[in-house]
């Protein structure tokens, strides 16, 4: 795969950054001293907004200050992320954001108001698996079975999606089997879920937790996850791997940032605190396992040397799918 130099580059400023030129002059041992923001780029009730609470709630806890979650949806992730990366990077600012707006929409749009190396990256939080689910109305149970009712009513079947690499999936799907289908844009896992369940948009390619529920009542009929294995919410659901899809497709994520140039000690509290929280066995299993979240916990390092490689697969995605920024 060939590699873009401006693009290496940059992401090697930042695996610089968390090497150590951000500094030590944070105070971690009073760090919090006041509230903390926790700005995020979904909107409420999805699966990101809960388990930002959740953890919220756990770092209140441990610091004895309020964790404040501030929803900024919209704008494809941008409006989140614009608000992180213009928040001073004094720690009282902390962020929680979707690998579609802090990595993807660098190749969607000509100019945005930040870059990669406006964020201090601190973790991988977890892979979100997702599932392909259809309202059951459409009485569907595969993803043949899909191809087939879209070719007989044709440009009317519409369908949500969180990001760019379920998109890239659709429009494949719609190449291979000659097949129509049409994105509709959403703010959130919320309003996703209700689309679904309206029939207005009956088909997602999304986080599967707060669908789990209406596939067991019977009211949405799952075809696919995207995880390595099957799904504990899902485990009569196949792999894509296993339908015969290719496997080139990054995974969805949530990714735990702050604004550029945060300090180093303010860092390494912050990375410390939450990574104990998510290897708390009640936590682990109520806010993730049970809602089919795949933890990762990476350190700071690792996770700036895995964007440098997402960025690229990104990057080639895009060119396949023929997008042009916009």
């Not at 993803?143 to 949500?160: D, F, Q």
């Not at 129509?180 to 207005?200: C, H, M, Q, R, T």
């Amino acid at each position: 795969m060939k590699t873009n130099n401006r693009h290496v580059k940059a992401c090697g400023v930042v695996v610089a950054a968390l090497l150590g030129v951000n500094g030590s002059n944070g105070d971690a041992q009073t760090y919090p001293s006041r509230p903390v923001k926790a700005v995020t780029d979904v909107g409420t009730g999805g699966t990101y907004d809960i388990f930002v609470r959740a953890l919220g709630e756990e770092l209140r806890k441990k610091w004895g200050q309020a964790i404040v979650v501030e929803p900024h949806p919209g704008g494809n992730a941008v409006i989140g992320n614009r608000m992180c990366a213009t928040s001073p990077p004094d720690g009282y600012t902390l962020c929680f954001l979707s690998n579609q707006g802090m990595v993807t929409n660098e190749f969607l749009y000509k100019k945005l108001p930040y870059a990669l190396t406006s964020f201090t990256p601190i973790m991988n939080l977890f892979f979100n698996t997702q599932v392909i689910v259809v309202n059951a109305s459409l009485n569907v149970r595969s993803l043949e079975e899909l191809a087939t009712l879209a070719k007989a009513k044709p440009g009317t079947l519409n369908y949500v999606v969180p990001g760019t690499f379920q998109r890239v999936f659709f429009d494949r799907f719609n190449k291979r089997y000659g097949t129509d289908l049409v994105a509709i844009p959403f703010k959130g896992g919320g309003d996703a879920l209700n689309g679904v369940l309206s029939g207005v948009t009956p088909i997602a390619f999304i986080g599967g937790a707060n669908f789990a529920p209406y596939v067991r009542e019977g009211k949405m009929v799952a075809l696919a996850v995207d995880s390595v294995a099957r799904s504990p919410l899902f485990p009569e659901t196949p792999t894509l791997t296993e339908l015969g899809y290719p496997d080139n497709l990054p995974r969805t994520y949530l990714a735990f940032a702050a604004p550029a140039r945060m300090p180093n000690d303010i860092i390494g509290k912050v990375h410390h605190d939450v990574a104990a929280i998510m290897s708390e066995p009640a936590f682990r299993k109520r806010h993730l396992l049970d809602r089919g979240l795949e933890p990762v916990v990476d350190t700071p390092e690792q996770f700036a040397r895995s964007l440098e490689i997402e960025r690229r697969l990104i990057r080639d995605l895009v060119q396949e799918a023929g997008i042009q920024p916009r």
